[in-house]
């Protein structure tokens, strides 16, 4: 089955820092890519995108989806220790999520 | 809290032993989802119902595990003669007729099999 593969698979920046997450797949026929956001329980959604090169954006976090490249990237800005998390990206196949591996981020006071 | 909540929150067991796991969906979600999730992975799906119907189910779901979903609202997944494999939580999420692809999960089962 193709995989959905995200980038770093951990990172650690200080508070304040702007942090870039990737996420690459390989089929292009999909309705949908999603973010969520997971702190120790359930994952907790954040953007859908369906369209590409258009930014999804909420508060410090944005999120754009390039079909033709076939990645995503989320963006965190002015990162606080409560935006420690793994970050997963999961495309949406015909009713069901194929999830990456994720990327868990700790952001350091 | 009008959440998908699942229940036992936790659970640990025997090896050999059968399990189930009950999920109540987002009212008026029509759509509920199983996944599986282990340590330093994402989630994997395992099956998912729109109403009473079973859609799909994954080749992860051996013939131990069964899902069901009989009136179309809460969902059971029941795991037959656990192994120590089976030990992951247990995801369940839901998503409403419209929007059906925002997918929106539950608390999770953390199984442990001894």
């Known amino acids: 089955e193709d995989k959905v593969v995200q980038s770093p698979l951990s990172l650690v920046v200080h508070e304040g820092d702007t942090v870039t997450l990737n996420c690459s797949y390989e089929?292009?026929?999909?309705?949908?890519l999603l973010w969520y956001k997971q702190e120790k329980k359930a994952p907790t959604f954040l953007f859908m995108l369906t369209s590409s090169g258009i930014e999804k954006k909420s508060g410090r976090l944005s999120s754009i989806l390039d079909k033709k490249e076939l990645f995503s990237i989320l963006n965190i800005t002015a990162t606080q220790t409560g935006d420690s998390a793994v970050y997963l990206c999961?495309?949406?196949?015909?009713?069901?999520?194929?999830f990456g591996q994720g990327t868990e981020l700790s952001v350091k006071p | 809290d009008t959440g998908v909540s699942q229940n036992p929150r936790h659970k640990i067991t025997k090896r050999g032993q059968n399990v189930t796991f009950r999920c109540d969906p987002i009212s008026e979600h029509n759509r509920l989802y199983w996944y599986r999730q282990t340590l330093g992975q994402g989630p994997e799906f395992l099956t998912y119902?729109?109403?009473?119907?079973?859609?799909?189910k994954s080749r992860l779901l051996s013939d131990r595990f069964s899902a069901e979903r009989p009136k179309g609202s809460f969902s059971t997944l029941e795991i037959q003669r656990t192994e120590q494999g089976d030990s992951a939580m247990y995801l369940c999420a839901s998503s409403p007729p419209t929007g059906w692809e925002t997918q929106y999960f539950g608390p999770g089962t953390r199984l442990l099999v001894l």
């Open positions: 119902f729109q109403n009473e119907a079973q859609l799909e």
């Open positions: 999961a495309r949406n196949q015909g009713g069901k999520l194929i």
């Open positions: 089929v292009t026929n999909f309705r949908s």
